[in-house]
Every structure is written in C-alpha cells, then in structure tokens.
C-alpha cells in the first residue's frame, strides 16, 4: 500500500513538473517585434543611408538570437519590402527607461548627424547601430 501510495506521488509530481516546465518554455520562446515611426526634419545618417521624413524602425527579437539582421528601417508607416531602406545585426545596450521613442546620434561633421542607436518606448535596452558595414548584416536598398 505505502509503495502504491509512492508510486502515486511520483506520477502526480512528475506530471506536475513537466507541464509548468513546457509554459515556461513556450513564454521565454515568444516572438517579440518592436516597432516605433520617427519623422526626421534635419537629414541624418544610418549605415551610409540619409533619412529625411517618416520612418518605421522594426527590431525583431527572435532574429537577434539567431545572430542575424534584426533591425528593419522602413521609409513611411508600414513594412513594405520595397519600402525597406536599411536592415543590420544591432547591438543591446542597458539604458535607463525611456517614455517615447528615442534616437540618439551624433554630431560627425559641421551640420551632419548620425544615427548611433534607438530605444523603444517603455524599453530599458538601447539598440547600438554597428559603427561599420563590415561589422554587421547589412542590407542596404536604394530609394526610389
């Protein structure tokens, strides 16, 4: 009876473990995109490309794990392909908390700005833009 009552334990335990085990599994593998729009009125640089109007900025987590381009910029609002002007490898960073959308660049020439990382709403990881092509998946579109 009391090598019955083990056994029973046992089943419940095991069966326990391995349920709560798979959600933990499934939450940390969820998919996360972040996206955010910034309008630019001065021209400013990223990756050699010159960004002036209403750009979508697109990071997507799961590709960032699998070591491939994970940020996507986009002329306009919307992630058309043809749209997509620049996509690279980033690199995080830990910053404080920011409540809007943020870009920070610097001040490369007299009047000539460039973009060096974003960071997303209500996010406390910065996105480091690679300071070369060579360092980094880059893709780089013409503009039509």
């Known amino acids: 009876m009391k090598s019955f009552l083990l056994f029973i334990a046992l089943l419940c335990a095991v069966a326990l473990s391995s349920s709560s085990a798979?959600?933990?599994?499934?939450?940390?593998?969820?998919?996360?995109?972040?996206?955010?729009?910034?309008?630019?009125?001065?021209?400013?640089k990223l990756m050699g490309v010159t960004l002036k109007?209403?750009?979508?900025?697109?990071?997507?987590?799961?590709?960032?794990?699998?070591?491939?381009?994970?940020?996507?910029?986009?002329?306009?609002f919307?992630?058309?392909?043809?749209?997509?002007?620049?996509?690279?490898?980033?690199?995080?960073?830990?910053?404080?908390?920011?409540?809007?959308?943020?870009?920070?660049?610097?001040?490369?020439?007299?009047?000539?700005?460039e973009l060096r990382e974003f960071q997303f709403s209500g996010s406390t990881e910065a996105h480091l833009v690679p300071v070369t092509q060579h360092e980094a998946h880059v893709t780089i579109a013409p503009l039509d």
């Open 22 to 44: 798979i959600s933990v599994t499934n939450a940390a593998n969820a998919a996360k995109k972040e996206r955010a729009v910034m309008k630019f009125d001065q021209p400013v």
């Open 53 to 76: 109007g209403e750009y979508l900025f697109v990071h997507d987590d799961e590709a960032m794990a699998r070591g491939e381009a994970c940020t996507f910029v986009y002329k306009g």
């Open 78 to 113: 919307a992630e058309i392909p043809k749209k997509l002007v620049v996509s690279f490898h980033c690199t995080p960073a830990a910053r404080g908390k920011v409540d809007n959308f943020t870009v920070r660049s610097l001040l490369t020439s007299p009047g000539q700005y």
